[in-house]
């Protein structure tokens, strides 16, 4: 027993002092109009920020995620939409020497003939490669720390043909940090990319007034996916109340959706 309690003790303490060492610079999502049969050309900026050299390995995937939290990251072609056979990098492995920083080219070659106009994407894995040397002197086990950036690169192609198709699949209020929070799960029925905000106006329920109205942050939402967006009503007494959801994207699109909305005290 006391061996065990030793061995979670070492475990914790190695686990504390893990650091990423490797960031990229230029965001983590890059959106390209892209016409049929063109060349466009992009890049991804990550530093080394640690002391130590580090080798980092570059590789496409597909990638979805849904209101529930999970996020997918699959092999190329799981994706009917996917634009990975589209991405040529000019290399899939760098090398950093420690606080270096670097740049990693590629090109999108869009195909002449797309059947479907809309959104296609998938994203670039910037993953560092841990060398792993086994001390034979040391009992019990090493942990290294694995932090992985995927870089979305989303491709919109005849985009005045395609249009996001917005869709409220389930609204709930939690409570968070002493906050009210309405959590609203939203999917994109449509074949384009947006990046919706939602409002939620709240009305008393006896005379009609208006009590407020709270916004989300807006978020990317790829066709075909599902997210969950939240507003901070804490200004909202517990009660029962009216309420209508917006969710307008950056074309001002809009989405409304009347609801009830119970506020509690716990």
Known sequence: MLKRILLLAIFILQL????????????????YQVEHGKV????????????????VKLFLQDYSYNADGTTNY??????????????????NLVTLKGKEKTEIHYEILVPDKIAEPGSYWSVIMVEPVEEIKPD??????NITSIIRYAIQVITDIDSENAKPDLKFEGVKIEKEEGRQIVKVAMANKGNLYCKPTINVEIYNKKNGQKLGSFSSLASGLLPQTSKSFH???????????NAVLIAT?????AFALNVELDVKND
Do not use: C
């Open 231 to 241: 507003i901070d009503i804490s200004g909202i007494a517990p009660d029962s109340y």
């Open 40 to 55: 466009y050309k992009g890049k991804i900026e990550i530093e080394n920020t640690g002391q130590q050299s580090q080798s």
């Open 74 to 91: 699959t092999a190329p072609h799981t994706n009917r939409k996917t634009n990975s056979d589209w991405i040529k990098m000019n290399t």
């Open 249 to 253: 994207d950056e074309n001002e699109n």
């Open 136 to 141: 034979n002197n040391k009992q019990g086990v």
């Open 16 to 31: 504390s002092f893990l650091k990423a060492s490797i960031v990229v610079l230029n965001g983590l999502s890059h959106s």
